[in-house]
């Protein structure tokens, strides 16, 4: 059965600074891969997701994640974080049909 | 709709009462999910929903829970004689088809809490 662990549960990150949050999958098959963000409030929004082809995607609010079939993961990072960004962040991974399994997420908390 | 509603967005209720959660999705979205979010965890996969019919119903966590959709549009998930165990965020989300490759709206979700 597939699985998602997101070993950070609370990252603090300086305003402006990179951010890198992980996240690995365990699934049979190749991975369908998707990142959400949760704002207080807010429901989930996609920020991007991996199906094939080019393994570094693009996203949207300048997150990029890049899909590493070796080490099992797909890292979602962003150059220059933003107050704005802070948010609860989901990985999750897909397999046929819409049946996401989502890991436990990882709080960003952007310090001045 | 302009996204995926849902309502009550909160509800208190005893534990033993049963509960309706309702989830509008957006118009012509033929795909309906429903995941349970407990405190501290991620989302757990619960039912789906192709038009009006369950293909899956694999993630209900007992008899207790049941979910309906009429006119491939409103659905509503029931929880019957609830239990502490059953506090959580309950999200809905609708995407065109069930596909993988095509988006999931969620809605914000619905906070139970079972007293």
């Known amino acids: 059965a597939q699985s998602v662990t997101q070993p950070d549960i609370h990252i603090t990150v300086s305003e402006g600074a990179s951010l890198e949050l992980r996240c690995n999958y365990s699934y049979g098959a190749t991975p369908y891969l998707f990142w959400y963000v949760q704002s207080p409030g807010q429901g989930l929004q996609l920020l991007l997701k991996y199906f094939s082809g080019d393994t570094l995607v693009q996203g949207i609010k300048g997150f990029e994640a890049e899909f590493k079939r070796s080490q099992s993961s797909f890292n979602l990072r962003k150059p220059s974080v933003h107050w704005s960004d802070a948010a609860e962040y989901f990985c999750a991974v897909g397999a046929g049909f819409q049946k996401l399994v989502f890991g436990t997420g990882t709080r960003l908390l952007v310090s001045p | 709709g302009a996204g995926v509603s849902q309502s009550p967005s909160n509800k208190v209720t005893e534990k033993g009462k049963d509960v309706e959660l309702r989830c509008d999705p957006i118009s012509g979205h033929t795909a309906l999910y429903w995941y349970r979010q407990r405190l501290g965890q991620g989302l757990e996969f619960l039912i789906y929903f192709q038009g009006n019919s369950a293909p899956d119903k694999s993630g209900l966590p007992s008899d207790r829970f049941s979910a309906e959709r009429t006119g491939e549009s409103v659905s509503t998930l029931t929880i019957q004689r609830t239990q502490q165990e059953d506090s959580a965020v309950y999200l809905c989300?609708?995407?065109?088809?069930?596909?993988?490759?095509?988006?999931?709206?969620f809605g914000q979700g619905t906070r139970l809490t079972v007293v």
């Open positions: 989300a609708s995407s065109l088809s069930e596909v993988v490759n095509t988006e999931a709206f």
